[in-house]
């Protein structure tokens, strides 16, 4: 489209939304300042640069099409494209097994903040903040259970790597005058019915304090619930009311990834009822096809319902942004493009959504009223925005 019809189409559009009271210019700043959190592991299929073996422990990447980063120079080399063909504020989420380890083997329990130092740099260049993960999965010990595994070596060795991640972290965040963000996911569970349920859950939970014992301002731990994992699909030990009690109690920030709960069930809204309760959101924002299937986040009802709902809430300040997916059958720079710009529309839908009238409609009972507005408002010239948005910042 000629940027001469963008700018009209915007123009009607800006028009259109005042007459809700929407103002359009100000729904564009705001989606400029909202950071979102790139994956870096769509890049290379969650394999990383530390054994260059295929994701295992819970999760599963299929699909061969070509270009999967081999190393940090084409991984680097993709999240500059990706970032070179998105308007607004990124950021850019590590694992632990991305660090760079120069060619040596550096087992998780041996991981330090000098393994992130180029990454560091490289992101500062780019004035990208860095978020943080630890890495449990894809590793001999990982097995069924890590940090609530009863075996203590194998506990102790898991504990280890989550408080050495949690000072890498911390380091991140000092680097760069901006608290690093922190997600720590665990697969643990079984494949078949288990009988200690409550075992494995007492100790998860004391894993969990010695890691967050240590005060490190810097940096913010999150915990990531979860249904199910591949292979494990009876019981997981870090299920969605044990992480809702955990950061409860604890303060602690909640993860919540699209992917992780029932085909049916409703995920935006646990977003109004963890408010209440934990400090802030972390969201993987994702797409399970019939499960966790980790397929390219889309502008469905499923983002669109939760954007809206941390917007209705007034709690854009208390979520952190991130994507989760992992599609290897499709180009993975596209597959970036697609789910950013998906958020992104939700996003700016949110902003953009008649909130004021809606409010007033439900305070007054007006029911038929608030069902229509939020019908019409669906269909108002929400691209016509996006398009702008893009347009205005040169890409
Ligand atoms: C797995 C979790 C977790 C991972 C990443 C790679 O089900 O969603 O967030 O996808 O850590
Ligand atoms: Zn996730």
Redesign the pocket.
Known sequence: MKEEQIKKAYELAKARYAEFGIDTDKAIETLERTPISL?C?QADD?VGFERNEAASG??QTTGNYPGKARNIDELRQDIDKVTSLLAGHMRLNL?ETYGEFGGQFVDRDQVEVKHFQGWMEWAKERNMKLDF?STSFSHPKSGSLTLSNPDKSIRDFWIEHTKRCRRIADAMGAYQGDPCIM?I?V?DGSKDYTVEKLRYRQILKESLDEILAENLPNMKPCL?A?LF?IGLEAYTVGSHDFYAGYCAKNNVIYTL?T??YEPTENVSDAVSALLLFVPELML?V?RPMHW?S?HVTLFDDNTRNLFSELVRADALDRAHIGL?Y?DASINRIGAYIIGVRAAQKSLLQAFLEPLDTLRKYEDEGKLFERLALLEEAKTLPVGAVYDYFNLKNNV
């Open positions: 994956h592991w969650v819970g999760i694992h993960n997600n996911w697969h990531e979860k994992g990834d992917g992780h993987h994702s966790d980790d989760d992992f």
